[in-house]
C-alpha cells in the first residue's frame, strides 16, 4: 500500500487553481513555503496548549501548503532547485515543531505515556524522510521515486495525525475508558479524547517503522540490480 507518483499528480492538479488564486495575491512559491511554516508553527503552539481541534486543523492547514507551492512553481514555470530544498528544510523543521509542541502539550495534560507516543511516532517519521534523502542522495530512486514507496508517507502521517487530534479534541475529556486498560498519570481513567490521540500517534509510529524497512528493502533490490556481475 503506497501513494503512486501518478496519485499525488493528480491530487496536486485539484489543488492548481487555489495555488494560482494566491499567485495572483502576490504570494510566491517561496512564500507559500514560508506561510506553510508561520501557520504550522502556530498549530503546534495551540498543541503545546492542549487545544487539539484548533490545533490539528491549523496543523493540517498549514501542510496544504505543502501541496500549494510545488503546483504553483510548476504552473507558472518558477521550479528551482532552491525551492525544492527550501520546501524540503521547511517540511522538516515544521513536523518538528508539531511534535515538540504535542510533546509539551501531552505532558502537561498530565498523561504520562502519552509524550512517549509522540516522540516515537516523530523519530519515525524524521527517520522515514532520512532513508529517502540517503538513498536519493547516493543515486538511488532519484527525482520522486522514494516518495512512492511505503504505506507512510508525508501526507498519509498528515492526514492520520490531523484526524487524531480533531477526532481527540471533539470527544474530549468527558468521556473515559474504563479502569482495566489505559491509565493516566496517578491511575486515573484516561479520556478517551486522550486514547484517539495516543492511537494516532501509534499508527504514525508502527506506520513510519514499516516504511523504513519497505524503503530499505527497495534501496536493497535497486543496489543488487546496480551491482557489476562478477566474472565467472
Not at 108 to 131: E, T
Not at 154 to 171: F, T
Not at 224 to 229: G, N, T, V
Request: hydrophobic fraction near 55%; charge should be positive.
Amino acid at each position: 500500500m503506497s501513494i503512486s507518483n501518478q496519485t499525488r499528480s493528480r491530487i496536486k492538479r485539484l489543488g492548481e487553481p487555489l495555488a494560482l488564486a494566491l499567485g495572483r495575491a502576490g504570494l510566491t512559491p517561496n512564500g507559500l513555503t514560508v506561510a506553510g511554516f508561520a501557520i504550522t508553527a502556530v498549530g503546534a503552539v495551540l498543541l503545546a496548549n492542549q487545544l487539539w481541534l484548533a490545533g490539528g486543523l491549523v496543523v493540517f492547514g498549514g501542510g496544504l501548503f505543502d501541496l500549494f507551492d510545488g503546483t504553483l512553481a510548476r504552473a507558472t514555470g518558477r521550479v528551482s532547485r532552491f525551492g525544492a530544498f527550501l520546501d524540503s528544510v521547511f517540511d522538516r523543521w515544521g513536523e518538528a515543531l508539531v511534535y515538540v509542541g504535542l510533546v509539551a502539550g501531552l505532558h502537561a495534560s498530565g498523561w504520562a505515556n502519552a509524550p512517549i507516543f509522540a516522540a516515537a511516532a516523530m523519530a519515525g517519521a524524521f527517520l522515514v524522510s532520512y532513508v529517502r534523502a540517503k538513498a536519493e542522495g547516493m543515486g538511488f530512486s532519484s527525482g520522486t521515486g522514494m516518495a512512492a514507496v511505503g504505506i507512510m508517507p508525508r501526507e498519509i502521517r498528515l492526514v492520520i495525525l490531523c484526524g487524531g487530534l480533531v477526532l481527540g479534541g471533539l470527544v474530549g475529556a468527558d468521556l473515559v475508558v474504563p479502569d482495566g486498560g489505559f491509565q493516566g498519570a496517578g491511575g486515573a481513567a484516561l479520556p478517551l479524547g486522550m486514547l484517539v490521540i495516543e492511537a494516532a500517534l501509534a499508527i504514525i509510529a508502527i506506520g513510519a517503522t514499516v516504511t523504513i524497512v519497505q524503503r530499505i528493502l527497495h534501496v536493497r533490490v535497486q543496489a543488487s540490480r546496480d551491482a557489476p556481475e562478477r566474472p565467472g
